[in-house]
């Protein structure tokens, strides 16, 4: 979620709340920094092999992965990623 769409929604909740008669109240960008830091609202930047994800094609193969993981006892099923596996290297 962005800062503009966060913006975006609050002044659709205005003119839904109030109407016209507050259009001249500006969402600034000092707004909405003090609207995310009384809410907690932090952002973070995905980088790397996480921000190369497609996530309707992980959505898509959930399924099929299932499926296959029917197959064995759980004590047999280990998860593993790159940093365990190559974490003396």
Do not use: C
């Amino acid at each position: 979620m962005t800062g503009e769409i966060i913006q975006t929604k609050a002044k659709e909740f205005l003119q839904k709340m109030y109407g016209d008669s507050n259009s001249k109240f500006n969402f600034s960008i000092g707004w909405l920094e003090r609207f995310k830091a009384r809410h907690e609202i932090k952002s973070y930047r995905r980088f790397g092999e996480s921000d190369s994800v497609v996530m309707e094609t992980i959505e898509d193969a959930l399924p099929q992965i299932r499926a296959k993981l029917e197959n064995f006892d759980w004590e047999d099923i280990y998860n593993m990623d790159e940093t365990d596996l190559f974490y003396r290297l």
